[in-house]
């Protein structure tokens, strides 16, 4: 087992990559989002780093488990058959492997992610 540390650092001042639109679209305004400080890590099985995203809505769809620390913004993030959770800078969230749902980002949005 290995004892390398894989970090992020700075995330609410790291520059990003170039923003790109959200990947599946809810309505007429089109999140731009990007990330910074991807890593991935074969011997633990995860990846980390910062993402971003403008104002919009668009639909989760992930497979795996990923917790995030909420850097900047807000949102209100509605799972599939839940109801909607507000998420704002400074809140952590775990979302459950095959978590999907609709974000709506109301504001500038920033978080580190860990996917799992």
């Known amino acids: 087992m290995s004892n390398q540390l894989v970090v992020v650092r ?3 001042s790291a520059v ?3 923003p790109a639109p959200a990947k599946l679209p809810v309505g007429e305004l089109i999140a731009q989002q990007s990330t910074a400080q991807d890593q991935s890590s074969e011997t633990i099985a995860a990846s980390i780093g910062v993402w971003e ?3 919009g809505k668009f639909k989760r769809h ?3 488990r990923e917790f995030s ?3 900047k913004g807000w949102c209100i993030f509605t799972p599939e ?3 909607p959770v507000e998420l704002r800078a400074g809140d952590a969230v775990l979302f459950p492997a095959h978590c999907e749902g609709v974000w709506d ?3 500038d949005f920033r978080k580190t992610y860990c996917i799992f």
Request: glycine share 14%; net charge negative; hydrophobic share 40%.
């Open 62 to 64: 992930i497979a795996n």
């Open 81 to 83: 058959g839940g109801e």
């Open 10 to 12: 700075q995330a609410e």
């Open 16 to 18: 990003l990559g170039a």
């Open 69 to 71: 620390h909420i850097v």
């Open 53 to 55: 995203s403008s104002p």
């Open 105 to 107: 980002i109301k504001e």
